[in-house]
């Protein structure tokens, strides 16, 4: 996959110390690669730099929309979220990314693509299971809720249910030993 240059930041020249960098994301940061549970995005990312003499430390603050599909009804609605994630970058001989929390860059580069933890904090920030507000306080109107409803175990009890009208007589007088004590 090929690296996006604004998530690229180089850090030669910057002095020992903080450093702030801003960025906005939308819908084509995600379809780059290739997720496609977002209908759209609107996620604005704060990225603390501590650069320090031997390692870099990158906190990732991020918080906005996203608007994805309910997973009971299938209607789309914007989902808050926010979350914060902190990695670390090293340095030693070869390149390596199998820890989560730590990025190794062989000695002698300049520069850091944060893209791939960009993504990943934001996708597992999100919730497990996606649900409607309107479903949580009752206004959403969807005919497939009210299949849901309709095919609910409640609704099929009260079908099954029998009338006082259908009983049969014969039991009438066995109900008569319970009250004759």
């Known amino acids: 996959m090929k690296d996006l240059k604004e998530f690229t930041i180089p ?4 002095k020992l110390g903080k450093h702030q960098f801003n960025f906005e994301l ?8 290739e997720y496609d549970e977002f209908n759209d995005a609107a996620i604005n990312i704060d990225v603390l730099l501590e650069k320090m003499s ?9 918080n906005g929309t996203v608007n994805v599909a309910c997973d ?5 609605y914007d989902q ?37 933890f960009i993504y990943e904090s934001i996708v597992l920030a999100m919730p497990s299971r996606k ?12 005919d497939i809720l009210d299949k849901l409803e309709e095919l609910s175990l409640k609704a099929i009890d009260e079908e099954e249910t029998p009338e006082d009208d259908d009983i049969d ?4 007088s066995l109900k008569k030993l319970l009250t004759d004590k």
Do not use: C, M
């Open 72 to 76: 009971t009804t299938n209607e789309p």
């Open 131 to 142: 649900v409607h507000p309107g479903i949580e306080d009752g206004t959403l109107e969807s």
């Open 54 to 62: 031997t390692l870099l430390e990158f906190t990732l603050t991020f």
């Open 169 to 172: 007589p014969r039991w009438d």
């Open 26 to 33: 939308k819908k084509a940061f995600f379809e780059h690669f």
């Open 11 to 14: 850090f030669v020249g910057l």
């Open 80 to 116: 808050e979220i926010s979350g914060e994630y902190t990695f670390v970058v090293k340095f030693g001989d070869d390149y390596n990314d199998e820890n989560e929390d730590l990025l190794i860059l062989p000695h002698g580069s300049y520069e850091v693509n944060i893209q791939q």
